[in-house]
């Protein structure tokens, strides 16, 4: 009965490879995001989507691309891995925008290491 | 802008002392919600509390409250009766609930608790 399951939870790669970490959640909720936590535990939003549309672009290299199938899953495909994208990787959901204020639902977060 | 300021990168704390772990905002939007998560060594991000920007109340979930200082833009979380467990990373965060639902998150505090 998990809410929000990503997978892999570990992913070490080579730089240059291109990659893909999936995300689903069984909340019903409107809204999924991708947040990068880097070494500092710094933890920064990266893309949100709202019932399939993107919402939320950071300033993300377009090396990353979210895909959104339906409004319970958002993947994140990242092309040419570079060292400095080694980080972990959490997915989150909530309910959409005008329906209150709910809570991030994360993931159990993906930890990438590019060598 | 949007921000979160977290002052205390380390925290220590007696076994079975309380401790408040310090958050204040800054945000021009009259609806905004305020949120404490637990982050422990193990990596996966918990949900602790939430505070609405109209609530008249503190907030309290158990052994968690939120010190809620609307005039002073403060969200504090107290954590009375600290537990061996309590030892983690905790992140403030705040979301707008106008524009997307979009969350910013504090630097956040690693509590410690001695015993």
């Known amino acids: 009965d998990t809410a929000v399951s990503q997978t892999p939870k570990y992913l070490v790669t080579q730089m240059g490879n291109d990659k893909s970490i999936k995300c689903e959640q069984n909340l019903g909720h409107d809204t999924m995001y991708w947040y990068k936590q880097d070494s500092k535990k710094f933890l920064k939003i990266m893309f949100s989507?709202?019932?399939?549309?993107?919402?939320i672009n950071e300033t993300v290299p377009n090396r990353f691309s979210p895909k959104s199938p339906d409004k319970a899953h958002l993947n994140l495909h990242i092309n040419s891995l570079e060292l400095g994208d080694s980080a972990v990787y959490f997915c989150?959901?909530?309910?959409?925008?005008?329906?209150?204020?709910?809570?991030?639902?994360f993931g159990n977060g993906t930890r990438l290491t590019v060598t | 802008a949007q921000k979160i300021t977290q002052t205390q990168p380390g925290m220590f704390v007696q076994e079975k002392e309380a401790v408040t772990l310090d958050c204040t905002y800054d945000t021009s939007d009259p609806s905004y919600g305020l949120f404490w998560y637990k982050q422990p060594s193990s990596g996966e991000m918990i949900f602790l509390i939430y505070q609405g920007s109209y609530d008249q109340q503190n907030a309290t979930e158990g052994r968690y409250s939120l010190n809620f200082q609307k005039a002073r833009k403060s969200a504090n979380l107290v954590i009375s009766a600290s537990q061996l467990g309590d030892s983690a990373m905790y992140f403030c965060a705040m979301s707008r609930i106008n524009t997307g639902n979009q969350f910013y998150f504090g630097t956040g505090t690693s509590l410690t608790v001695i015993p």
């Open positions: 989150a959901s909530s309910q959409g925008p005008g329906q209150g204020t709910s809570p991030l639902h």
């Open positions: 989507y709202n019932n399939k549309e993107l919402i």
